[in-house]
């Protein structure tokens, strides 16, 4: 029996690479860990990715592997040294990922939610746009907004994002610095009255979904406040930002009539909070092709894919591009799934692996899986 | 002209020579001498005894037939002499193969198959063998197993038969350390096949059925796999037939330089279904692959992808040269498999030998020819029939 454990475990790690760190705050990360699996705890897993932020595919994996590993790439890294070396009484800087389909633009996020948790900033995270403006279910809900003529609520869209808030921010919102600055007043008898604690304005949204929509829109305006007023500051990531400016949303008015992103309260109010006139923030977007299905050119530069419409919103920012797997990133993939036991058969596999996946991260654990 | 007499489209082989090689150790031939010599003598023997009437008969046929050959024989050799002095050459160092290139220059055909074009060949290789006397005057048998019909065939069986005997006694005897095997490695018998049943039937005269074919193979089969099957070698390769060892049908052009010093070669008209294109290959390189300007994502589905890295991977140069395609028309599939071919092609000038064969055999040279079938009409598709109703 114990013969044979060791023959199991001598097999597994003969060939086994460093493909693993111990690293797991990503605060001390530094290019010691490029390229390398970090294992995220499975608490804080729930806790920050639990109402959407991995992938589908990738949850899926992690289940099977029963952990979640990151790997520490090169862009996050990158950007996390600039928000190390940024000053924060500028105005916020906005980053802009931009890719290939597949290359890890939503995981980059990912890790660098882990690291704004790490680094005690108030989170604001939209997993994925087209969640709001493209998926239609059978009966989406909406509502013609009451405070503001003209644009939809999506209120039952709002109340789970709010729930999302809450529990990814839910030891911040406990301190007594988090305040609402103005009294709101939601109808005859529902109110919230000026320096009433910020998630018990969250609460509301959660219970009395009607409103769930203005109170995002509340909730966006008290985080720039208390952002600029220095109580805290703000990381806001936002996951295929681009489905805002896509010329048309798949959702109709009851009247049948199609609506324009813009004319969705939601898109107002994360576009007014990706404008870069308050300061203590840090806001990491993405513009990805596959929240622009109907444009079928395969052109990920982010010019083409905001339109002028989001390029001008966004200018300045900083573009970071995130790339296919590099030899050595794909090698010590490869070395994770083998321990995983994921892929197994001869070395040569993954000469082959690599030659039919173009080093594309995606296509890479597509493939893998039915081996 | 005595040369158009043999521009017979009638069948030749080269396994006649070998025919009557087995034949005539068997003491089976037309030859009158031979008769002669090696059966009784019948002439004498004519005086003293009545011949039997199938005796009669043969002798009669075997007379026709050798006059035959010898007329044949001879205006087969007025003919080679007409064809040298046409030619201009010496008669003494006139061999058959320059019989051939001469009737090629002087009838040159387009005929496709090369057995309907014009040729001269000796009378013996023209004429199937016959089978000779089998039987003496009084009608009495020469073969022992003359009455089942095939004693050629037989005989062989017996003779395989024997040297397996022979075989087992000698590994008895290995064991018994009382005979020491000569220091040779088993029988090799890769770079052959057993001749076909048609062949065979040629070597032995007789004709044999798909049955006695099969036992055929299994006897030999048995015999080659006894330890010492090399000991009997001589008679094993009688009946084995050398594969073809593959030719390709171009000789492998030396790749040119460019201006860094890098090798490279060129392969056009890479073709398969509907597409074209080029593909270029430069040896020393990183395994760069460029298709129309993109890389391998060119191709969206794995499959595709796949055939064209499948020769670099075969060949073990994916890291080691750099390809670049141009290809056009068609769809992805027949893109991928006009690429892959283009690659192994172009790889031919950068793999040794033992490599170029293993390619042949995995069937990366050759090209493949099919097209889409058109449809039919009357029916949906090319195959497809209407959905049967019974009315």
């Known amino acids: 029996m114990l013969s044979r454990n060791i023959r199991y475990a001598c097999r597994r790690y003969s060939h086994a690479v460093t493909f693993r760190t111990t690293e797991s705050s990503p605060t001390q990360q530094t290019d010691n860990q490029f390229g390398l699996f970090y294992t995220v705890n499975k608490d ?26 990151i790997m520490v790439r090169r862009p996050a890294l990158d950007i996390i040294n600039c928000i190390k070396a940024t000053d924060l009484n500028k105005p916020a800087i ?30 604001v995270h939209v997993p994925w746009v087209s969640d709001w403006l493209r998926r239609v279910l059978r009966h989406k809900e909406m509502a013609n907004s009451l405070t503001r003529e003209g644009l939809v609520d999506l209120p039952l869209d709002a109340a789970a994002w709010l729930l999302h808030f809450k529990t ?61 007023s220095k109580k805290c500051k703000t990381f806001v990531a936002v996951d295929g930002y681009n489905g805002f400016f896509n010329p048309l949303t798949r959702l109709k008015t009851p009247t049948k009539k199609k609506v324009a992103p813009e004319e969705v309260t939601l898109t107002t109010s994360i576009l007014e909070l990706t404008k870069n006139d308050w300061t203590n923030a840090v806001m990491v977007l993405s513009a990805d092709s596959i929240a622009n299905p109907d444009d079928d050119t395969k052109n990920y530069l982010p010019q083409h894919l905001l339109y002028r419409k989001g390029f001008d919103h966004l200018d300045p920012f900083v573009p970071v591009k995130v790339d296919r797997y590099t030899d050595r990133e794909f090698l010590t993939c490869a070395n994770y799934y083998r321990d995983r036991l994921w892929i197994r058969g001869p070395l040569d596999m993954e000469t082959e692996l690599k030659l039919t996946s173009a080093c594309n991260p995606f296509k890479f654990m597509e493939q893998c899986a039915p081996l | ?187 090799d018998l890769s770079s052959g096949v057993w001749v076909s049943k048609d062949q065979l039937e040629i070597m032995l005269v007789e004709t044999i059925s798909d049955l006695e074919y099969d036992n055929f193979k299994l006897v030999m089969e048995r015999l080659v796999s ?62 760069k692959i460029i298709i129309n300007g993109k890389d391998i994502t060119y191709f969206e589905d794995i499959q595709s992808r796949e055939q064209v890295i499948f020769p670099l991977i075969f060949t073990g140069l994916q890291n080691r040269v750099d390809v670049e395609c141009n290809i056009e028309g068609g769809g992805p599939s027949g893109q991928a498999g006009a690429i892959r071919w283009g690659i192994a092609w172009g790889l031919r000038s950068f793999v040794d030998k033992s490599m170029l064969e293993s390619m042949q055999v995995a069937g990366l040279l050759t090209r493949d020819h099919r097209r889409r079938e058109r449809k039919k009409p009357g029916q949906p598709g090319a195959r497809k029939k209407p959905t049967w109703k019974r009315r």
């Open chain 2, 1 to 187: 002209m005595p040369v158009s007499k043999y521009f017979s489209s009638s069948l030749h082989s080269v396994y006649n020579k070998n025919a009557r090689q087995y034949s005539s150790s068997h003491k089976n031939t037309t030859n009158a001498h031979d008769i002669n010599d090696q059966f009784t003598d019948w002439e004498t023997l004519n005086k003293k005894k009545s011949i039997s009437k199938p005796m009669k008969a043969y002798l009669e046929r075997a007379r026709e037939h050798d006059d035959f050959m010898k007329k044949q024989q001879i205006e087969y050799n007025i003919g080679k002499r007409h064809l040298t002095n046409m030619m201009g050459e010496d008669p003494e160092t006139f061999t058959q193969r320059d019989v051939d290139r001469a009737i090629e220059y002087l009838f040159p055909s387009g005929i496709y198959d090369p057995a309907a074009r014009p040729l001269m060949k000796p009378p013996e290789e023209v004429f199937p063998a016959r089978k000779a006397a089998e039987f003496d005057e009084a009608g009495r048998p020469h073969h022992f197993l003359f009455y089942t019909g095939k004693p050629n065939f037989f005989q062989l069986l017996f003779d395989a038969a024997e040297h397996l005997e022979n075989l087992h006694k000698f590994e008895d005897k290995v064991l018994r350390n009382k005979a020491i095997p000569e220091q040779k490695s088993k029988l």
């Open chain 1, 94 to 123: 906005r980053y802009v990922l931009y890719g290939e389909d597949g290359t890890g633009k939503s995981m980059t996020i990912a890790h660098l939610l882990h690291y704004a948790f790490e680094e005690g900033y108030l989170i």
């Open chain 1, 44 to 69: 804080l897993c729930k806790q920050l990715y639990g109402h959407g932020g991995l992938p589908k595919s990738y949850m899926k994996q992690s289940k099977t592997f029963a952990e979640t590993a």
């Open chain 2, 226 to 287: 006894t330890p010492y099957s090399y000991r009997c070698i001589d008679f094993i390769e009688k009946f084995r037939k050398p594969l073809a060892s593959q030719k390709f049908a171009l000789e492998i052009p030396k790749p040119s330089f460019d201006e860094e010093g890098r090798a490279y070669i060129t392969t056009y008209e890479c073709l398969r279904k509907k597409a074209r294109g080029d593909v270029t290959i430069h040896s020393p390189g990183t395994g």
């Open chain 1, 168 to 228: 990814q921010n839910q030891h911040l919102l406990k301190s007594p610095e988090f305040i609402v600055s103005k009294e709101y007043v939601w109808s005859k008898r529902e109110k919230t009255e000026a320096g009433a604690p910020l998630h018990e304005l969250v609460e509301l949204g959660i219970a009395r979904v009607k409103y769930a929509c203005d109170v995002v829109d509340a909730i966006v305006n008290e985080v720039k406040l208390l952002s600029n």
